[in-house]
């Protein structure tokens, strides 16, 4: 069982260059997700999606962006890194909105910006 | 807003030990409640849920009940082990799907 995968695991980046964390899921689930997870802070949510070709701002987009080409892949882009995108990200994906739907995660890309 | 508020940690017990991590709520409504289990270098898992007031939700011997009245939470366990040691993120499910998570309580269970 794949389940969400995400690659890469670990990355280190120079300040001002760009990368993409990859996101693939196949469970066909219609809703993803891309958290970013600070020491002490909990998970804040990034972008979401709840199918292909539609993509929403969460509590913290300012230097990101996605697309949902497919229902299997939710890319985040990096355009300009900088230090304060140091963090740990997990992509995740559920079937829907309600209760009944378990949201499952990534095992998270490590990104180190200096 | 939807709001988590959960214990700081790092919470150190040793083995066998009586675990309590506190867990409150702030939202319009009555969310569903989650609590997810992060060990080292992993993701997040899906450790128990529970969709509506006084619902108890358990799994590995962990237990939540959802107390509408005092908007909690609370994780619980009555004897834990070394391999309990992780950080557990209480969450309660917002509009639109979207998780909105504690900041994470750190766990560490001595022998």
Same mark, same amino acid.
């Given at each position: 069982?794949?389940?969400?995968?995400?690659?890469?695991?670990?990355?280190?980046?120079?300040?001002?260059?760009?990368?993409?964390?990859?996101?693939?899921?196949?469970?066909?689930?219609?809703?993803?997700?891309?958290?970013?997870?600070?020491?002490?802070?909990?998970?804040?949510?990034?972008?979401?999606?709840?199918?292909?070709?539609?993509?929403?701002?969460?509590?913290?987009?300012?230097?990101?962006?996605?697309?949902?080409?497919?229902?299997?892949?939710?890319?985040?882009?990096?355009?300009?890194?900088?230090?304060?995108?140091?963090?740990?990200?997990?992509?995740?994906?559920?079937?829907?909105?309600?209760?009944?739907?378990?949201?499952?995660?990534?095992?998270?890309?490590?990104?180190?910006?200096? | 807003?939807?709001?988590?508020?959960?214990?700081?940690?790092?919470?150190?017990?040793?083995?066998?030990?009586?675990?309590?991590?506190?867990?409150?709520?702030?939202?319009?409504?009555?969310?569903?409640?989650?609590?997810?289990?992060?060990?080292?270098?992993?993701? @997040?898992?899906?450790?128990l849920k529970a969709t509506k007031a006084d619902d108890k939700g358990s799994n590995k011997g962990f237990e939540a009940t959802y107390r509408?009245?005092?908007?909690?939470?609370?994780?619980?366990?009555?004897?834990?082990?070394?391999?309990?040691?992780?950080?557990?993120?209480?969450? @309660?499910?917002?509009?639109?799907?979207?998780?909105?998570?504690?900041?994470?309580?750190?766990?560490?269970?001595?022998?």
């Amino acid at each position: 069982n794949a389940g969400v995968t995400q690659t890469p695991k670990f990355r280190i980046l120079k300040i001002g260059q760009s990368m993409t964390l990859q996101c693939t899921q196949d469970m066909n689930h219609n809703y993803m997700y891309w958290y970013r997870q600070d020491p002490g802070m909990g998970l804040k949510l990034i972008y979401y999606s709840v199918g292909a070709g539609i993509t929403d701002k969460g509590e913290v987009p300012n230097g990101y962006n996605v697309s949902r080409s497919t229902t299997e892949d939710f890319p985040l882009r990096l355009e300009l890194a900088a230090p304060s995108q140091t963090s740990v990200y997990f992509c995740a994906s559920s079937q829907g909105a309600t209760s009944g739907n378990t949201i499952y995660f990534g095992e998270g890309s490590w990104l180190t910006v200096v | 807003g939807n709001s988590v508020t959960q214990m700081e940690g790092p919470v150190t017990l040793s083995e066998e030990a009586f675990l309590t991590i506190n867990c409150t709520y702030t939202a319009t409504g009555y969310p569903s409640l989650f609590w997810y289990v992060q060990y080292p270098g992993e993701g @997040l898992q899906l450790l128990l849920k529970a969709t509506k007031a006084d619902d108890k939700g358990s799994n590995k011997g962990f237990e939540a009940t959802y107390r509408k009245e005092t908007t909690s939470f609370h994780l619980e366990k009555g004897s834990v082990q070394v391999s309990d040691s992780a950080v557990y993120f209480c969450a @309660l499910l917002g509009q639109g799907g979207k998780l909105i998570f504690g900041q994470g309580t750190e766990l560490s269970v001595k022998p």
